[in-house]
């Protein structure tokens, strides 16, 4: 069964940084590309990042130079590092991964940015 825990959320003022992690399990962690998204307040979830299973970065537009995906195979953990967070980074973050003909999410951390 695949499960994926996201945590590190929280408060943060703007222009301060957070680390997000997820692990995974169910899965041959190192097979797999993960991704991160996130949903604004009454807003569509979208997509922040990706990493191929061979570490292989693409993002969002709007987190360009800010976020930063890693990944780190033995712990079957992924990373998204944000930097110089801004009010519109409010948001629930989730990871994802595709597995067979599904996509697996987790239930997600929020992220908070406000003075």
């Known amino acids: 069964q695949v499960q994926l825990v996201e945590s590190g959320g929280g408060l943060v003022q703007p222009g301060g940084s957070l680390r997000l992690s997820c692990a995974a399990s169910g899965i041959i962690f190192s097979n797999y590309a993960m991704g991160w998204h996130r949903q604004p307040p009454a807003k569509q979830r979208e997509l922040v990042a990706t990493i191929s299973s061979t570490g292989t970065t693409n993002y969002g537009d709007s987190v360009k130079g800010r976020f930063t995906a890693s990944r780190d195979n033995a712990k079957n953990t992924v990373y998204l590092q944000m930097n110089s967070l801004k009010p519109e980074d409010t948001a629930v973050y989730y990871c994802?991964?595709?597995?067979?003909?599904?996509?697996?999410w987790g239930q997600g951390t929020q992220v908070t940015v406000s003075s």
């Open positions: 994802a991964v595709v597995h067979g003909i599904r996509a697996y």
